[in-house]
């Protein structure tokens, strides 16, 4: 079985759409609005080992924090829409990932609790015009739909590129980890996640 899904997000305040594979090669299509987001977004699908194609439009002339948020809703219910039961996958993912003097750990469980823990609270400025602060919008949004616990922890950083770039590749790669099929029953001491 593809392990596939498309979803579209469209409101008033952004117009968005996320195609993705789960089992691919981490080929990413990106087209947003503000650069630095979509470069932080190819950097998590790439690592994720995802194929991905996302793209839209939202109102940046206000904020950017609608187009950030929205992003993660509608890049988490694909991925979501795509696990289908999850059956089988490992579920949990950890990793660290460093970028010079930029050290940042992510872990998740796919397990259908989405809950967000976000200590990056080095990540505060701007690059270019973009507010770097709203990136944790796009953790919550994501987990929200995605159904994902994600703790994210910069540990050292200084450069607000390299944190930043550190925390989407950390989140990549232990979505990777995460997602691979080790098995074919529900992940859960349960029976069922959630």
Known sequence: MTRQAAHERNTRETQLSAEVRIDGDGRATIDLPIPFFAHMIDAFVRYSGMDATVRGTGDIEVDSHHLVEDCGLVLGAAVSEALGTRAGIRRFGDALAPLDESLVRCAVDYGRRPHVVYS???????INDFDVSVLGEF?????QTAGATIHMDCLRGENLHHIA????????LATREALTVVGSTIPSTKGVLG
């Not at 990056?120 to 701007?126: E, F, H, N, V, Y």
């Not at 953790?139 to 987990?143: D, E, I, N, R």
């Open 120 to 126: 990056m609270d080095a990540l505060r400025g701007r």
């Open 139 to 143: 953790v919550k949004g994501y987990a």
């Open 165 to 172: 770039e550190a925390a989407f590749k950390a989140l990549g």
